[in-house]
């Protein structure tokens, strides 16, 4: 039974892709990040995070599908993240990940002009996995995965060149119990510190 259904399956594969259009690529950019911070006491709003541009590269692949204007595309990146936190002692912390964010992109077509401009628009799960980090209090407090959701949309020239502007909303905490607040009562911490990533990028990939 066991090997029908993975015959099964594999039939199907084959059957999708076909006809579909395979490429591969390469993809760089600049991103924007904020780590969005929670506590357990509104009260104590002494932590404030700014943005901090980093960067991204790596390879792209692109998957046509039988049905017009539906793509799938997946990506292998290096991304390096900062930020800058005020009011707990320390300012500025770096990570880099190993980047795999997963998309379902639709590309318009537009009749006489296709080969030359077309407008797409994707969403999809990123996954993030953490290599390297600040070896230090806050540091050791990161998550080795930070998952997050994309949304985006861009412009394809020339069938070669595409470039995007994604916003990524992260659905866990990427940084957690990371500080433990003293208050008036009686010098017991009560206070833990968690947040999560947003990430804004621009990229360009040239997929061949």
Request: aromatic content about 12%; glycine content about 10%; proline content about 2%.
């Amino acid at each position: 039974m066991e090997k029908k259904t993975f015959a099964l399956f594999l039939a199907v594969l084959l059957a999708i892709t076909a006809n579909a259009q395979l490429r591969l690529g390469v993809k760089a950019g600049v991103g924007l990040n904020d780590l969005k911070l929670n506590n357990l006491r509104h009260d104590l709003d002494v932590l404030k995070t700014d943005n901090r541009a980093g960067f991204t590269g790596g390879v792209m692949l692109e998957l046509g599908t039988p049905i017009k204007g539906l793509y799938f595309d997946g990506s292998l990146l290096y991304a390096h993240r900062s930020v800058d936190l005020n009011g707990a002692g320390t300012s500025f912390y770096k990570r880099d990940y190993l980047d795999v964010p997963v998309n379902v992109k639709y590309k318009f077509q537009i009749a006489g002009i296709e080969n030359l401009f077309s407008p797409f628009v994707f969403t999809g799960p990123d996954f993030a996995f953490l290599v390297s980090k600040d070896n230090d209090n806050l540091g050791s407090k990161f998550s080795s995965l930070s998952t997050s959701w994309n949304v985006g949309g861009g412009v394809e020239l020339w069938r070669h060149l595409q470039i995007s502007v994604a916003y990524g909303m992260g659905m866990n905490k990427s940084v957690k119990n990371a500080f433990e607040y003293l208050v008036d009562d009686g010098g017991k911490a009560s206070d833990v510190v968690s947040g999560t990533d947003r990430v804004w990028t621009i990229s360009a990939a040239y997929l061949f």
